[in-house]
């Protein structure tokens, strides 16, 4: 056992006398961010959430008891089902009370307070969600915070994405989008969608969406975008005076890593690869489409079984990646939308892109001769619609909900 994690543990249950009369520590879960393996920061810095920090222990609750707790009613609306109970009956004192854990988050203040609040208070509207994990308490203790949730048993996606088959990525998507319709209809962006924030189980076919130290209501912080310019002609106008404004000597036409105009800064919070074109674009009014197109990087893992998918450093290499997928000709349409001007040298970055459906049958080394199946290809037209690059052509989460591709297998 790692020596930090052990002096962590103590020092938690020293802060927290109250929580450690209820609580038993057990081990770490997750990976904390100062524990991360002595690789060079940009090696793992790609897959993990830009400006959230925090440590998980899984803990046991001792005075926990199934049939009579107050939030028995928000863990049913999970839909998750307790584990069954083990009674040990050979031991006299055999107590017919179940072990029962919990996932304690210790949040660490980095920017401000108010983001730990934040997360909290987003999880508490969010209580009796389906599919989305509850909050049972939390604690403070000068500037720590804790987070008591039910603990969640799920594998590591990278254990099992490569064998599902199209009905378990359907289900296994039901769940992520049951969830995500849940926060999009209390006007939430969880902003961090990506497989280790949703705890799945693939034996009993239960997800839960976690990790909400990202996550946004709609609408805090904006500033008028262009995509939201109801017309496509004034919407052009105002596209045509940001040209103007570019190429007047001010600023080069270029990547947008070199755009330095102030009106062109926007929430980017989220982990590389899983980040909507509008997020790398810098949109100021980003929706909650932004999470489908996250839903959407999933999809394409699993399909092209490939994980990471898009593995970029920076914003320009992200926006490279999806420009040789889609081609630099929907790329730069996709800017506009944004008043984004994005132009590329990149000799792989053809004008037409290519089609998902090649794209996965290239990474799955299948050749002509062995096409998609008919589901396979209800899958390919879904993800066609979660990844569409402007955010108000993709499909919402209800409407996702009604696709055939995830009413395919719905019990
Ligand atoms: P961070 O902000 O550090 O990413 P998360 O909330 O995503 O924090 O939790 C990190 C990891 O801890 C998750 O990927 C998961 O493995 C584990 N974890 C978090 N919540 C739970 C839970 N309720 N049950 C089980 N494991 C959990
Ligand atoms: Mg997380």
């Given at each position: 056992?790692?020596?930090?994690?052990?002096?962590?543990?103590?020092?938690?249950?020293?802060?927290?006398?109250?929580?450690?009369?209820?609580?038993?520590?057990?081990?770490?879960?997750?990976?904390g961010w100062f524990h991360k393996p002595s690789q060079p920061p940009g090696q793992w810095a790609n897959h993990t959430s830009i400006g959230t920090f925090s440590t998980v222990y899984k803990a046991e609750d001792k005075l926990y008891d199934y049939y009579n707790n107050d939030w028995k009613d928000q863990i049913e609306a999970t839909k998750w089902t307790p584990p069954p109970v083990r009674r040990r009956h050979n031991h006299p004192s055999s107590p017919r009370r179940p072990n029962r854990y919990v996932a304690i988050k210790k949040i660490y203040v980095t920017s401000s307070p108010s983001r730990i609040f934040n997360e909290l208070d987003l999880l508490n509207d969010l209580r009796n969600c389906p599919s989305v994990c509850p909050l049972i308490t939390a604690f403070r203790h000068t500037d720590q915070v804790i987070a008591v949730l039910p603990y969640f048993r799920h594998s590591d996606f990278r254990s099992y994405f490569r064998d599902m088959t199209i009905p378990d990525i359907a289900i296994y998507l039901r769940s992520l989008f049951t969830a995500l319709k849940s926060c999009h209809e209390h006007h939430i962006l969880h902003r961090d969608i990506k497989p280790t924030n949703f705890l799945y189980d693939p034996s009993t076919q239960h997800g839960v969406l976690v990790d909400f130290g990202l996550a946004e209501r709609e609408?805090?912080?904006?500033?008028?975008?262009?995509?939201?310019?109801?017309?496509?002609?004034?919407?052009?106008?105002?596209?045509?005076?940001?040209?103007?404004?570019t190429s007047n000597g001010q600023n080069q036409p270029g990547y947008p890593k070199n755009d330095t105009r102030p009106s062109k800064r926007a929430n980017r919070a989220g982990t590389r690869g899983f980040r909507a074109p509008e997020v790398l674009f810098k949109c100021t009014e980003q929706t909650t489409a932004i999470d489908i197109w996250s839903a959407g990087v999933i999809l394409l893992t699993i399909l092209s079984k490939r994980f990471p998918f898009f593995n970029s450093a920076d914003d320009v290499e992200a926006m490279i990646e999806i420009a040789t997928i889609f081609g630099s000709?929907?790329?730069?349409?996709?800017?506009?939308?944004?008043?984004?001007?994005?132009?590329?040298?990149?000799?792989?970055?053809?004008?037409?892109?290519?089609?998902?459906?090649?794209?996965?049958l290239w990474s799955t080394c299948r050749n002509e001769d062995k096409p998609l199946t008919t589901e396979e290809k209800m899958a390919v037209s879904f993800l066609e619609r979660c990844m569409e690059l402007d955010p108000s052509r993709r499909i919402t989460a209800e409407e996702a909900l009604q696709h055939e591709f995830l009413k395919m297998h719905d019990p």
């Open positions: 056992v790692d020596r930090n994690v052990l002096a962590d543990m103590r020092k938690l249950i020293e802060d927290f006398p109250s929580f450690a009369k209820k609580y038993r520590l057990i081990k770490r879960i997750g990976e609408g805090t912080e904006t500033k008028p975008c262009l995509c939201h310019e109801g017309r496509p002609m004034r919407r052009a106008r105002q596209v045509n005076s940001v040209w103007a404004q000709r929907r790329m730069k349409a996709a800017g506009l939308l944004h008043g984004c001007v994005f132009e590329t040298t990149i000799p792989t970055v053809g004008t037409q892109g290519f089609s998902l459906e090649k794209i996965i």
